[in-house]
């Protein structure tokens, strides 16, 4: 009998135990990783280029190539990535839109085309910025026109 209580209570230990980290596993699902989830995953910045531009739409993805996958995937978007100054002019020229590139590049970005940012958003260590390029038909007027005569 004193054996059978030993193992009566072994087994309810290691119920309790198995309890203990269900529960721990559950309180992590439901609060920490969708938490993590929001910080580490792509989607945002997705969703907010499914606001700002019509399904057949090409986005423009500025250095921002390791978006491309997630962009694609997310949000169904064409995308066209490109790490030169002439590539972006290109895009903005050809009529492309929305715009993606990192915050810290966005006084980069508006030496060659202006845009106006729609949102910041936060995926792993890095902060991307969704914009959409403004369309100022007075830009360039200014380095075109004649020198005044003297």
Partial sequence: RALARRGAGAEA??????????AGQLVAYAGAVPALDRVQSPRPVA???????????RVGLYRAADLANAVAYYGARRVDAFRSDERLAAFAAGGGRVLVFERERLAEVQRVVPV???????????????????????????????????
């Fill in 13 to 22: 230990f290691v119920a309790l135990v198995a309890a203990c980290v269900a």
């Fill in 116 to 150: 106006a940012p729609h949102g910041d958003f936060a995926v792993g260590d890095e902060t991307w910025t969704v914009a959409v390029v403004r369309r100022d038909p007075l830009r360039g007027v200014a380095e075109r026109a004649e020198p005044a005569a003297p």
């Fill in 47 to 57: 969703e907010a280029i499914a606001r700002l531009a019509a399904p057949h739409e």
